[in-house]
């Protein structure tokens, strides 16, 4: 398969998906960076919080059928469900339905990820999962940066996790949408959360290394060498022992 030939694939994909949604929606020029890597880096395992109508997930899902196989779990809210195409309809649209399976949660994705925590729990530790974490959900500090804790724990070592709209801000984005309030702002609405997460959580984890910004996307690769290491189980009682 060689790079002409990928490009009309996803130009097949772009198609369909490039006239949904609004301004939120994965672009097909965004769309065509997110297929390459999940190709090139032979990416068979995605978790994806924030599906919106389905538009990054279907071109990461194209990439999966060029490799052949592969899976994404993608999780956004139930109200995701009455979006005009919802992500069901845009996955029967592409053919892709195989590759993914759509979570619409009750509350938040990270309760999702609490339950597959579990299901994933090895004694003291967690089996990791997935080659690539795309996280494009909620942008704010509180949801997010708890996305990235819970998300690292299920991130292979040697893979990737990407954060959307690291500059963004809820102030301009109201600004943007005419929907500013003229009452006073709350500072924290002037905060690129995401950036935050990305500048204090990630690039200062031992863990994580490769760091690229690129536009609104901030990349992220975990170490190959350290696996999670389980914590010494007497720890917390000795500490009580020695303070008894
Ligand atoms: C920017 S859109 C996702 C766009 C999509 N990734 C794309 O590029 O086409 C963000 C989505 O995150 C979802 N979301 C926000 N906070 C969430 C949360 N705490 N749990 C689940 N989904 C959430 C919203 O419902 C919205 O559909």
Redesign the pocket.
């Known amino acids: 398969m060689d790079w002409k030939q990928e490009i009309v694939l996803c130009r097949d994909v772009a198609a369909i998906v490039g006239p949904v949604?609004g301004r939120?929606?994965?672009t097909p020029a965004s769309g065509r960076l997110l297929y390459d890597f999940v190709l090139h880096n032979r990416c068979g395992r995605v978790l994806?919080?924030?599906?919106?109508?389905?538009?990054?997930?279907c071109y990461m899902a194209a990439a999966l059928d060029e490799l052949g196989g592969g899976s994404i779990l993608t999780?956004?809210?139930e109200?995701?469900r009455l979006r005009e195409p919802n992500i069901i309809e845009l996955l029967a649209a592409t053919g892709l339905a195989k590759y993914v399976e759509p979570i619409f949660?009750q509350s938040?994705?990270?309760w999702e990820l609490l339950g597959l925590l579990e299901r994933q729990r090895d004694g003291h530790t967690t089996r990791p999962l997935f080659d690539f974490v795309?996280v494009?959900?909620?942008h704010t500090w509180e949801?997010d940066g708890l996305a990235f804790v819970l998300a690292d724990k299920l991130l292979r070592p040697g893979g990737w996790i990407l954060f959307?709209d690291i500059h963004w801000t809820i102030a301009a984005s109201k600004a943007a949408s005419g929907r500013r309030p003229t009452t006073v702002i709350d500072p924290a609405e002037r905060v690129p959360q995401v950036g935050r997460v990305f500048a204090l959580l990630v690039m200062q984890h031992p863990n994580y290394e490769r760091f690229e910004v690129h536009g609104n996307w901030g990349w992220a690769r975990k170490r190959r060498t350290r696996q999670e290491e389980a914590l010494p189980e007497q720890a917390v009682s000795r500490l009580y022992e020695t303070h008894s």
Do not use: P, Q, V
């Open positions: 949604g939120a929606a994965t994806e919080l924030g599906f919106a109508h389905g538009n990054s997930t999780i956004d809210r109200a995701a949660a938040s994705y990270n795309f494009d959900g909620a949801t959307d």
